[in-house]
């Protein structure tokens, strides 16, 4: 309830500036120490020769939500994305540098690609449940293609996965469906449903509500709280308020002279957003620029 | 449409020099509509007409035996064009055998790993081939194979011959639609865990399904009506022939031999051949679609 004022702001399209932020959880929990989920370690990455990530390094801890805020073109995306190893994928891309994920460099010689996407989840700006599928071939998609063909199993993950994803109730009676007839907020929340139905460990979002109509956008965020129970999740967003809401910890991230990303800022949400140490931050975070 | 847009376009402008554009414009876009409706008309009426042409002329010579009987020598009554019917069944299904394969892979290679150079020959060589006429392929595969390996006419070399017209006719139209297939089902299913060859077998073909299965029924029904290659390498067959590396015959040549023969009666059965062939080409496309019908991954 605490995020009704927001909420509803936001529905009218009002703008709150300076944000004021309340202050999701008393700082001891925020601040409990755990092992950190993933750790990024001098992390540099390049499309072709454009360096696109200048040394960033960072500890994400686990079982909290890390959002990342910044300006259009700032890194944000390719952070995440070099996280599961999903950077390498577009042409002439690379990375250098280490990700540990529980203590294990994904980037090291002999990690697999494969291996690491299985094991970290990821939600996209668009949502995109396969269009050939249906809603419950959406959601046990990646242990089938993995070869897992007991229906048994099958159908409990996707159970499972779909109350996980806030989506059962929605979706029980149409489990026979197109994934492509649900709507927008549904199919974002398939999309989640079909990351998590794989146990990851770690669960990136790379702004999973742009596309999305605030109703929506309240559901997922709604999502994400729960599934912090769960999992180590790590968030893009564009929208600093999103990132006020749903996040333990933000990292504020900015183009250097070269427009390469860099982390300019990283702390726990409140700090960030309440006694931000840098001046670029301040400046963002109050609306001067970006 | 039109009326709503001429009884309230005066209550929002009232100024007269916006009228009359708009009623000009108007003119303008019924012309244009008319004008690609007559388009589209005029193509739907070609087709209708070769249809029901083809079925006038060819229906009289249509009776069981013709399905059902070899041909018989000229100044005999009756006999059929079941050979041909046979021999264009069994030397498309190799070349389609051959050809599909073929150019789906060379789709998917130009689609989903061609980079650089040698994906650019690959597509120039392809664009090559489709440009080459149909007798010098059938020309090439009488040299190659009836002349020099076999050593005889086959239905084989007729087969090697369609899938060579078939490839380009599949790699082409398939590459464009693998394209239209958006990055994300592509980074949705690598990002699952899934290697990029499932990915591409599991949910980038079936997402492209039925334009794959359009590529691959637009080659064979242009294959069917090859006659060409095949009256260099199946050469015909008057006889019934299961062996495809024997003489064999087809409804292309068959047609042909009829059509360029002096007896009305032949031409007849010409014309009921070639109702016939289309008949089997829209059996063949309608027998691929069943057969890939049904979703990517198979039902729950």
């Not at chain 2, 086959?154 to 464009?176: C, D, H, K, N, Q």
């Not at chain 2, 299913?189 to 599991?202: D, E, F, N, R």
């Amino acid at each position: 309830m605490r995020n009704a004022r927001y909420t509803k702001a936001n529905m009218m399209g009002e703008e709150i500036r300076p944000i004021m932020v309340t202050v999701r959880e008393s700082e001891e929990t925020l601040e409990a120490p755990s092992a950190p989920a993933v750790t990024v370690e001098h992390l540099n990455a390049y499309y072709g020769t454009f360096r696109a990530l200048n040394d960033v390094s960072l500890e994400i801890r686990a079982r909290s939500v890390t959002a990342v805020i910044g300006p259009s073109g700032c890194g944000k995306s390719t952070l995440v994305r070099c996280i599961n190893r999903m950077h390498e994928v577009a042409p002439g891309a690379s990375a250098s540098g280490r990700v540990l994920v529980s203590g294990e460099d994904i980037y090291a010689p002999d990690s697999d690609p494969v291996q690491v996407r299985r094991h970290i989840g990821m939600v996209f700006q668009k949502p995109n449940p396969f269009p050939m599928m249906s809603v419950w071939q959406n959601v046990v998609a990646g242990l089938r293609l993995e070869g897992i063909s007991d229906k048994k199993r099958l159908e409990e993950v996707a159970e499972r996965s779909l109350r996980k994803a806030a989506l059962w109730d929605e979706v029980k009676d149409k489990l026979h469906m197109s994934g492509a007839a649900l709507s927008g907020g549904q199919q974002q929340r398939l999309c989640i449903a079909r990351a998590i139905a794989m146990e990851p460990e770690v669960l990136l979002m790379d702004e999973p509500c742009s596309a999305l109509d605030p109703v929506a956008t309240i559901k997922i965020e709604d999502l994400i709280r729960e599934l912090r129970e769960s999992f180590t999740i790590i968030i893009v967003t564009h929208n600093m308020q999103q990132a006020a809401r749903v996040s333990d910890r933000t990292a504020f991230m900015l183009m250097d002279e070269e427009r390469a990303g860099q982390l300019i800022e990283y702390g726990s949400t409140a700090q960030i957003f309440t006694n931000p140490q840098d001046k670029r931050t301040e400046g963002y975070i109050t609306g001067r620029f970006g | 449409m039109a009326t709503q847009a001429t009884t309230v376009a005066p209550k929002l402008f009232t100024r007269q020099s916006i009228r009359g554009q708009q009623r000009s414009r108007q003119l303008v876009d019924k012309l244009m509509t008319g004008l690609i409706t007559t388009c589209a008309a005029l193509a739907v009426a070609m087709l209708l007409f070769i249809l029901v042409y083809v079925i006038i002329r060819g229906a009289p010579a249509l009776n069981f035996a013709f399905f059902t009987e070899r041909p018989l020598p000229m100044g005999e009554v009756g006999g059929g064009v079941a050979p041909a019917i046979i021999g264009t069944l069994l030397i498309m299904g190799a070349a389609a055998l051959m050809g599909v394969p073929v150019g789906i892979g060379t789709a998917i290679y130009l689609a989903e790993y061609g980079r650089g150079r040698f994906a650019t020959i690959v597509r120039f060589v392809i664009d090559l081939i489709a440009g080459v006429p149909s007798i010098v392929v059938g020309v090439f595969v009488w040299a190659l194979l009836v002349r020099q390996v076999i050593g005889h006419f086959s239905g084989f070399a007729g087969s090697v011959a369609l899938a060579i017209i078939m490839i380009p006719i599949v790699t082409r139209t398939v590459e464009e639609v693998l394209r239209l297939v958006p990055d994300m089902y592509r980074e949705a299913s690598l990002a699952l865990g899934v290697p990029q060859w499932k990915t591409i077998i599991a949910i980038v073909l079936p997402t492209a399904k039925s334009g794959v299965i359009t590529g691959v029924v637009l080659s064979m029904a242009r294959a069917g009506g090859e006659t060409a290659p095949l009256l260099l390498t199946a050469l015909g067959n008057q006889f019934f022939s299961f062996d495809l590396f024997q003489p064999m015959a087809a409804l292309p040549v068959q047609i042909y031999n009829y059509a360029v023969s002096p007896y009305d009666d032949w031409h007849t059965k010409a014309w009921g051949a070639a109702l016939i062939l289309i008949m089997v080409v829209g059996l063949l496309s309608f027998i691929t679609r069943q057969v890939t019908r049904g979703r990517g991954l198979g039902g729950r």
